[in-house]
């Protein structure tokens, strides 16, 4: 069964910053990988999907690279800002089914 | 503006009372899923659905139905609902293409007391 685990838990970082957060999954048979923002109690935004062909995608200051052989994901954060603070989720899509396995995310806090 | 709405955002309702939380999505997308969030557990799906008429239980359908009639709604039915399905409820969309990602809603609070 799919599981996936992001490091660390939770994460403080001063502005400016650059950083990385980890997502690992134990089924490298996947058709890709989705890095979800979720501001507390509010909704998934979907930041950076990378199909399983794929290495890496950017989108501004986000870099998200994949290396599926090895089941491992990071997400990269350019000159962090107060504002990006909030917790970051990995989910991957099995080649099983439809479902989005979820890691327990990844609590980031920038202070100013 | 292409996006999938659930309706009600925040419900406090009493053990027992039946209820429906309702998903829809603007985007012609074929699969639909419903999540729940808890602290410590995080998402798990609930049910899921491939097309119209096509719906099949996720990790925890315990509690729960649903039904898909129409392609654009996917509606979460809690015939009899306990506290422990107290929880932050999400529905998401996806094309029948895994090229694509799923996009979610804002999410339903739900409170059974």
């Known amino acids: 069964k799919q599981e996936v685990t992001q490091i660390p838990a939770a994460l403080s970082v001063p502005e400016g910053e650059n950083l990385v957060l980890n997502c690992s999954f134990t089924d490298s048979a996947i058709y890709n990988l989705q890095w979800f923002r979720q501001d507390p109690g509010k909704g998934l935004t979907s930041l950076l999907l990378?199909?399983?062909?794929?290495r890496e995608q950017t989108s501004g200051r986000l870099n998200a690279s994949l290396d599926k052989s090895s089941g491992r994901s990071t997400l990269y954060i350019a000159a962090s800002q107060p504002g990006d603070s909030a917790t970051y989720l990995c989910?991957?899509?099995?080649?099983?089914?439809?479902?989005?396995?979820f890691g327990k995310g990844t609590t980031l806090s920038v202070s100013s | 503006e292409a996006q999938v709405t659930q309706n009600p955002r925040y419900l406090i309702t009493v053990t027992g009372k039946k209820l429906t939380v309702t998903c829809s999505q603007n985007m012609n997308h074929e699969y639909m899923s419903w999540y729940r969030q808890d602290p410590g557990l995080g998402l798990r799906q609930i049910y899921y659905?491939?097309?119209?008429?096509?719906?099949d239980k996720g990790d925890v359908p315990e509690g729960y139905k649903v039904s898909r009639k129409e392609k654009r709604n996917f509606p979460l039915i809690l015939e009899s609902p306990s506290p422990n399905q107290t929880s932050l409820y999400f529905c998401a969309s996806s094309p029948d293409r895994v090229g694509y990602g799923y996009t979610f809603g804002s999410g339903t609070r739900l409170t059974v007391v």
């Open positions: 659905s491939m097309n119209v008429e096509v719906t």
């Open positions: 990378i199909q399983s062909s794929q």
């Open positions: 989910a991957v899509r099995g080649q099983a089914g439809t479902a989005l396995i």
